[in-house]
């Protein structure tokens, strides 16, 4: 056992078989005698990496690249521990000698691609990944990732063919799959029809992989009915998310005699808000680092009468574990704007405008709660700052706006926003967003508006503001903000209507494009709803027309909206609960 490549060989060996433990005692006895063989070192990295242990990973792949600095697999398992130990910046410039020393192995540039992806380096990102595909079509990870840099960056449709390409050339991958089923949502050309198929193949297939008889929770009885509801909620986004922003109404208004609510977070993100959130809640679980059946067993032991996925099929989400039925009732809420397509999932919660009544119901997997309404409550993630008051009889430069995520900026929108412009003379449209911090986003959405005959001086485009009242402060240069389509905002119109800012939406026909319809309504203000893109332009023009009708909506929407049923917490969490125990009694075998 004293050989080196005897010892090599059977740590190799182990590896093989998946027991990383054994291989480790092999690879530890080898390096304390020989504490400079890089490829020991190597699948030492490995072999951690496997177990999730990467700060011991990165130990091993650091020396592995120091003893064997032009072995291009060791510089990328040293930007994959990198990476994982949020040293980003570093793991790509790893990634970058191990592509420079093996230009043609594909795996390098999927590497360098999803690492600059990570920190929204998007033009880079995409130019690394299209080499990869230029090397080969078999790898979907690059289609994968090439496609997400390109929704990002506002070009849904171009990412949806790549994805259909890759399906082409490797059929049935569960993450193409997955890809093009959230990509079809910023898509105006995937109808309903195709949108309700894609998430039944999607969530069929992941289920498929699932226990096809999940244990149930023991079913209530109707001494159960009236005793406090115990309601879990499972999230990747409790800290500085959107999706925050209408929980906290929930753990802050609910009463503790009806209704507790306990926290699993899917995600090891912490900020402050995840403090305050966690000092609301019950109970808070932190499962991101269990596996699915340890995951399943924590929620289970919490005897919940009814569990809430908020994510739906977003990054990082971990909703398919409902389909194990770790509480009587299931339900998903909030942070999808379409029907995942699980059976496991019992009810959906949504409101009458979202979702209109028969139409609705016969189209979705799960059976539809309205919340009327409106199906959300809204609060601020801080004290907003001073509305800055508008001349009703200034003559300036009218400027609209839109801070929504650029995915949302469809083929067909930026037309409308174009007609807009175009009938406004001197106005200027200001966009808002993550993405446009990266160089091609800019010049992506410069070189639409230009194919419009829109000039560039009259677009600005702003990247994020980190300070959140310097955010909202933001919204004191905008006159009329402009919803996108298909995919409404949510967010982002309730901030511009705190902050005085009237929204024109256009109406579409599912959930997706009905969430403005819904926060307009609540808050009072239909006029801004248009029911075909004529009559979004229409608005939209005429509105900017009337400097006394803008100053009229600045002076007024901040009193409206926190006076309206979106703000309404304590009342909205008196609703909230009434279908809830609704379901339940009927759980219970009780009579409604």
């Known amino acids: ?14 590896a093989s078989q998946g027991n990383y433990e054994l291989a480790l005692v092999f690879l ?21 990496m496997r ?21 291009p697999p060791s510089r990328w398992v040293l930007g994959i521990c990198l990476a994982q130990t949020d040293q980003h910046d570093l793991a790509i410039e790893e990634f970058k000698m191990g592509c420079g020393l093996a230009p043609q192995e594909a795996d390098g540039w999927n590497n360098l691609g999803h690492a600059l992806l990570e920190k929204r380096r998007f033009e880079e990102a995409e130019a690394a990944l299209r080499r990869g595909l230029s090397i080969t079509n078999k790898m979907p990870n690059l289609s994968v990732g090439l496609a997400w840099c390109l ?15 890759q399906d082409a050339s490797t059929p049935r991958e569960l993450a193409v799959l997955y890809a093009r089923t959230v990509m079809s949502l910023y898509s105006e050309k995937v109808n309903a029809a195709a949108l309700a ?18 244990i149930r929770p023991s079913s209530p009885g109707p001494a159960d009915a009236e005793r406090p509801l115990r309601v879990g909620l499972l999230s990747p986004d409790m800290y ?23 926290v699993f977070s899917t995600n090891p993100m912490r900020d402050e808000i995840t403090g305050r959130l966690d000092s609301m809640a019950g109970l808070w679980s932190e499962i991101f680092r269990l596996p699915d059946q340890m995951a399943v067993t924590e929620i289970r032991n919490q005897q919940l009468d009814i ?55 016969n189209s979705s997997s799960e059976k539809l709660l309205r919340l009327d309404p409106c199906f959300l409550c809204f609060m601020p993630a801080v004290e907003p700052p001073p509305i800055e008051p508008i001349d009703p009889a200034g003559s300036g430069p009218l400027t ?129 709803i248009a029911a075909n893109p004529d009559e979004y332009v229409k608005i939209a023009v005429e509105l900017a027309k009337d400097r006394a009708k803008i100053a009229h909506y600045r002076d007024t929407l901040r009193a409206r909206i926190t006076s309206s049923p979106l703000m309404d917490g304590p009342g909205f969490c008196a609703r909230f609960e009434n279908p809830l125990r609704g379901v339940w009694r009927q759980a219970c075998g009780a009579n409604p």
């Open 28 to 48: 530890g006895e080898l390096l304390s005698r020989h504490p400079a063989i890089a490829k020991a070192h190597h699948l030492s990295a490995t072999c951690c």
């Open 1 to 14: 056992m004293n050989n080196p490549e005897h010892l090599y060989h059977k740590a190799f060996e182990a």
């Open 240 to 262: 500085g998310h959107s999706v925050s922003r209408f929980v906290e109404p929930l753990l802050l208004h609910s009463d503790r005699d009806k209704i507790r609510f306990g």
């Open 51 to 71: 177990m999730g242990d990467f700060q011991r990973a990165l130990q091993h792949a650091r020396s592995a690249v120091e003893y064997a600095p032009d072995h």
């Open 197 to 214: 198929q894609l998430h039944r193949e999607y969530a069929s297939r992941v289920e498929s992989q699932l226990p096809a008889r999940p």
């Open 307 to 361: 569990m809430i996925d908020l994510a739906g099929h977003m990054p990082m989400n971990r909703s398919y574990l409902l389909h194990h039925r770790p509480a009587v009732i299931t339900m998903s809420y909030i942070g999808y704007p379409h029907r995942t397509g699980y059976s496991g999932i019992d009810y959906r919660i949504v409101d009458s405008i979202t979702d209109p009544p028969a139409e609705a119901d």
């Open 400 to 528: 609209f706006g839109s801070y929504n995520n650029v995915a949302k900026f469809s083929p067909g929108l930026l037309d409308l926003w174009a007609r807009i412009l175009k009938q406004t003379p001197g106005s200027r449209l200001r966009l808002k967003g993550f993405a446009f911090s990266d160089a091609s986003t800019r010049n992506h959405i410069a070189r639409e508006f230009g194919r419009r005959e829109i000039e560039p001086e009259r677009v600005e485009m702003m990247g994020m503001i980190p300070v959140t009242r310097e955010h909202l402060a933001s919204y004191g240069g905008v006159h009329v903000a402009l919803d996108t389509y298909p995919y409404h905002g949510t967010t982002t119109t309730c901030e511009a209507l705190l902050m005085g800012v009237p929204v024109v939406t256009l109406a579409g026909s599912e959930h997706r494009s009905r969430v403005g319809v819904s926060l307009l309504t609540a808050v009072g203000t239909p006029e801004l």
């Open 151 to 165: 929704v990002q960056t506002g070009r849904a449709d171009e990412a949806l063919a790549v994805l259909a390409a």
